[in-house]
C-alpha cells in the first residue's frame, strides 16, 4: 500500500477510533482488586475481544489467567510461507489516584482545548489498542480479506499489577505467543510527532530494607543524644545509595554507562516532573542516567507519620527500595549487591535485614534484523521525520520472557506514549495525532512485511 494511501485509511478511520477509545476508556480496568471489582476487567476483556473479532481476527477470546485477570488472545493465519506479527498491548490501567486532581472525569474520555483527549489509560495503553485496531482496519482496506501476513493478537490485563497472569501463560502455552516479529506497544515516543523505537529497558528489583537498633521505643528527653535511633540510622544507611551529585551508588554496581541514542534535556525532564528549582540528579546527562547507570528509589518507609508522632526514639524503621539497572546487568545481581551495600554500610552497629521482594530482567532489542529497519523507515514514513532510537526508564518484565522463549523473534518497543501524556498521574491524555501515525506506520510495516524478506 503506498503511504499516501495508507495515510488515508486511517484518518478515514479516527473518528471510529476516538469513539471506541472513548468507549474502552469508561470501562474502569483497574486489575487492582481490593479496589476494583474484577467484573470491569472481564467486561474490558469481552470488549476488547469483539473489537478485534470486527477488526478480522475472527477468534479473538478473553482468557482469564492465573492471577485473576482477563487477558485477549487472538490468532489469523497468512499465507503459506508468510511471517506471523504478535500484536501486544494491555488492557489494565493504573487507578486514577486522587480523583480531585483530575480536571474531567478519569472514566470519562474529554477533548480540551488543547485538543488533547483526557481520562485514565487513554495513552497507557488503551491507546495502543486502538492503534492495533485502526492498522488492521487500513489492512483490510488494502488487502480485503486476503491479508499477506498472520497476526496473533496478545493484550494482557495486569500489566500494571505485575503480569504474572500473562508471565505463566506464556509457560503453559507458548504456542499462543508465537511470532517471527512482536510489535510491543507499550511504549512511545521521545516527544510528540518524534518516531522513537524504544531499544533498551531496564530490570528491576524491590528490597525492603529494616533497621533493629533496640526492642520498642523509648523517650527523646530521657535517651535522645546517646540511645541508637534506628530512624536516624536508617536515614544514614540510604544516604550511602547516593554521592554528592545524586548519582546512585551500590558497591560493585558499575554507574559510568553511557547512552549513544536519542537525548534528552535537563530543562525537558524537569518540566515533565513539574521541578521549579530543583536540580537533575546524577551529574550525568539525562539519557546516561535514566538509561545507561542503575538507580535506587525509595519507595515508602514504615516511621511513624508526623500526625500523631510523640517525644520518642524508634527502635526500628524499614524502608522500601526499588533498584533500577541498565540493560544487560542482571536484577537479581544487582539486588544482591544492594543487599550487600546495605549491610556492609550499617551505622552505629545496628542490625540491618534485607528481603527481596521480587526482581525482573531488563531487555535489549535486536536492532540489526532487518524487520527493524522496515519498522523505522515505516515508522519515519508515517511521521515524516526520522526514526530515533531511546531506551526506558521503566521495566516490561515480559519483553524478557518473550526474548527467552523465542530468540529469533524480533521484539520491537513502540507505541502512542509521549512525556506530555503524563501517563500514571491525574489528568493522563492522548494526542489524537499520535494515535493516527502508530497506527500508519504499523499498517505500512504489516503491508510491506508481507511482501519482503524480513
Given amino acids: 500500500m503506498h503511504t499516501t494511501e495508507t495515510r488515508a485509511a486511517v484518518s478515514d478511520l479516527m473518528p471510529r477510533a476516538l469513539h471506541e477509545l472513548a468507549k474502552l476508556v469508561a470501562i474502569p480496568t483497574v486489575a487492582d482488586f481490593e479496589q476494583y471489582p474484577p467484573e470491569e476487567c472481564r467486561r474490558g476483556g469481552e470488549w476488547v475481544a469483539a473489537a478485534f473479532r470486527e477488526a478480522g481476527i475472527l477468534d479473538a477470546h478473553p482468557v482469564t489467567t492465573s492471577d485473576g485477570s482477563t487477558a485477549v488472545f487472538g ?21 486514577p489516584l486522587d480523583e480531585r486532581r483530575w480536571e474531567t472525569p478519569p472514566f470519562e474520555l474529554t477533548q480540551r482545548a488543547d485538543g488533547r483527549w483526557y481520562g485514565r489509560g487513554a495513552a497507557d495503553c488503551k491507546g495502543n489498542i486502538v492503534a492495533h485496531l ?103 544507611l540510604l544516604d550511602t545509595l ?27 525532564l524537569l518540566k515533565e516532573v513539574g521541578a521549579d528549582t530543583a536540580r537533575v540528579l546524577g551529574g550525568a546527562p539525562v539519557a546516561d542516567s535514566l538509561w545507561a547507570r542503575p538507580a535506587v528509589t525509595v519507595l515508602g518507609m514504615d516511621v511513624p507519620p ?48 534485607t528481603e527481596v521482594r521480587g526482581s525482573g530482567e531488563g531487555f535489549r532489542a535486536r536492532t540489526g534484523a532487518p524487520a527493524y529497519a522496515l519498522l523505522s523507515d515505516s515508522l519515519a514514513e508515517a511521521f515524516d521525520r526520522s526514526t530515533v532510537t531511546a531506551g526506558q526508564g521503566g521495566s516490561i518484565p515480559l519483553c524478557g520472557e518473550l526474548q527467552r522463549a523465542f530468540p529469533e523473534a524480533v ?41 519482503e524478506d524480513a
Fill in 75 to 95: 490468532y489469523r493465519p497468512g499465507p503459506a510461507g508468510a511471517p506471523t506479527v504478535l500484536l501486544y498491548a494491555h488492557l489494565d490501567v493504573q487507578p
Fill in 134 to 236: 485502526t492498522a488492521l482496519r487500513a489492512l483490510s482496506v488494502r488487502f480485503g480479506e486476503d491479508w499477506p501476513i498472520g497476526i496473533r493478537v496478545v493484550i494482557e490485563g495486569s500489566e500494571e499489577q505485575s503480569g504474572q497472569g500473562l508471565e505463566e501463560e506464556l509457560k503453559t502455552h507458548p504456542e499462543e505467543f508465537s511470532a517471527d516479529v512482536m510489535l510491543i506497544q507499550d511504549a512511545g515516543n521521545l516527544a510528540a510527532g518524534q518516531p522513537t523505537l524504544t531499544v533498551t529497558l531496564r530490570g528491576a528489583a524491590d528490597v525492603v530494607v529494616t533497621v533493629d537498633a533496640f526492642p520498642g521505643a523509648v523517650h527523646s528527653g530521657q535517651y535522645g543524644g546517646a540511645a541508637p535511633d534506628a530512624i536516624a540510622a536508617l536515614i544514614r
Fill in 306 to 353: 508526623v500526625v500523631g508522632s510523640t517525644a520518642s526514639i524508634q527502635g526500628r524503621a524499614s524502608a522500601r527500595l526499588n533498584l533500577r539497572v541498565p540493560a544487560g546487568v542482571s536484577a537479581e545481581t544487582g539486588a544482591r549487591l544492594l543487599e550487600a551495600h546495605l549491610q556492609r554500610h550499617a551505622p552505629w552497629g545496628v542490625t540491618v535485614h
Fill in 411 to 451: 521484539i520491537c518497543l513502540l507505541g502512542v506514549e509521549e512525556p506530555a501524556c503524563r501517563i500514571h498521574a491525574p489528568n493522563e491524555s492522548v494526542s489524537a495525532e499520535e494515535i493516527r501515525k502508530i497506527a500508519t506506520a504499523e499498517a505500512l510495516f504489516l503491508s510491506k512485511l508481507g511482501s
Fill in 242 to 268: 547516593r554521592d554528592a551529585e545524586g548519582a546512585t551508588t551500590v558497591d560493585g554496581l558499575d554507574s559510568t554507562g553511557s547512552w549513544d541514542g536519542g537525548q534528552l534535556t535537563e530543562s525537558g
